[in-house]
C-alpha cells in the first residue's frame, strides 16, 4: 500500500469548513483514496473514498488533485462531535481485506 | 451505535489465564477483522477471515487464535499473554462483493494484561 502523510494535529471553529489534507505522492494508477475517523472510544468510522473524480456524501466532501499526489477532505460545518482522530489511506479498489492505517490527524473542534 | 457488537468491553486477565473476545454482527457479511490498537496508535490489523475462512494472519503470535464459528461470529482466543498485549482489540465486518466495501467497526474490548 502507498504511505501517505499527514499532519499530527489541527483545530477548527465550530460551523466552520474542516479542511484535512494528506499527500500521497506514490499513489498507483490502480489506488484509491480512503478515509476513516476515529472518535474517542469508539472504533474506526468510514467516511468516503475517491479515485480521481470528487466526491460527496452525507458526511463529507473529497477532493483530490488532477495528478492525485494529494487529497483534501473537507467536513462543511464542524460540529463538537466531529473531534476525533482522521486517517487517510490509499489501496486498490478491490478485495476486503487488508487496511493499513497511518498515523492519521487529530482534529479538535474548538466552540 | 454500533452494528458490530464486542465483548466484553473490558477485560483484566493474568497471563496464566485463558479467556475469548467476542464479536457478533448481523449485517450479512462475509468478511470479519481482528484489529489491535495500542494507546495513541493507529489500528493494525491481525487476521482476516473471508466466508468463513481465515485468508490473513499478520504473522500474529499463537498465543492468540481467532475462530470464525460462523457467518455472524467471531472470536479470538487469548492464552499466555504478555504484558505487552494489553490494548484495545477491534473487530470489523464488511460485505461481499465487487468493488471497495466499507469495514464497519465495533468498539472494541480494552484488554489489560497483569
Known amino acids: 500500500d502507498a504511505k501517505t502523510t499527514q499532519p499530527t494535529s489541527m483545530d477548527c471553529a465550530e460551523g466552520r469548513a474542516a479542511n484535512l489534507p494528506c499527500n500521497h505522492s506514490?499513489?498507483?494508477?490502480?489506488?484509491?483514496v480512503y478515509w476513516y475517523r476515529q472518535i474517542h472510544s469508539q472504533g474506526p468510522q468510514y467516511i468516503i473514498h475517491?479515485?480521481?473524480n470528487n466526491e460527496t456524501n452525507e458526511m463529507a466532501s473529497l477532493i483530490i488533485t488532477e495528478d492525485r499526489k494529494s487529497s483534501t477532505l473537507i467536513l462543511p460545518h464542524a460540529t463538537l462531535r466531529d473531534t476525533a482522530v482522521y486517517y487517510c489511506?490509499?489501496?486498490?479498489?478491490?478485495?476486503?481485506?487488508?487496511?493499513?492505517f497511518g498515523t492519521g490527524t487529530r482534529l479538535t473542534i474548538i466552540p | 451505535d454500533t452494528e458490530v457488537t464486542q465483548t466484553p468491553k473490558h477485560l483484566v486477565m493474568g497471563m496464566t489465564n485463558k479467556k475469548s473476545l467476542k464479536c457478533e454482527q448481523h449485517?450479512?457479511?462475509?468478511?470479519m477483522y481482528w484489529y489491535k490498537q495500542k494507546a495513541k496508535k493507529p489500528p493494525e490489523l491481525m487476521f482476516v477471515?473471508?466466508?468463513?475462512?481465515?485468508?490473513i494472519n499478520e504473522s500474529v503470535p499463537s498465543r492468540f487464535s481467532p475462530e470464525c464459528p460462523n457467518s455472524s461470529l467471531l472470536n479470538l482466543h487469548l492464552h499466555a499473554l504478555q504484558p505487552e498485549d494489553s490494548a484495545l482489540y477491534l473487530c470489523?465486518?464488511?460485505?461481499?462483493?465487487?468493488?471497495?466495501?466499507?469495514?464497519?467497526f465495533g468498539d472494541g474490548t480494552r484488554l489489560s494484561i497483569l
Open positions: 470489523a465486518s464488511s460485505a461481499p462483493g465487487q468493488g471497495y466495501q466499507p469495514q464497519h
Open positions: 506514490t499513489i498507483s494508477g490502480n489506488e484509491y
Open positions: 475517491g479515485l480521481k
Open positions: 489511506i490509499v489501496r486498490p479498489n478491490f478485495g476486503n481485506e487488508k487496511l493499513t
Open positions: 449485517m450479512g457479511h462475509r468478511a
Open positions: 477471515y473471508s466466508y468463513e475462512k481465515l485468508s
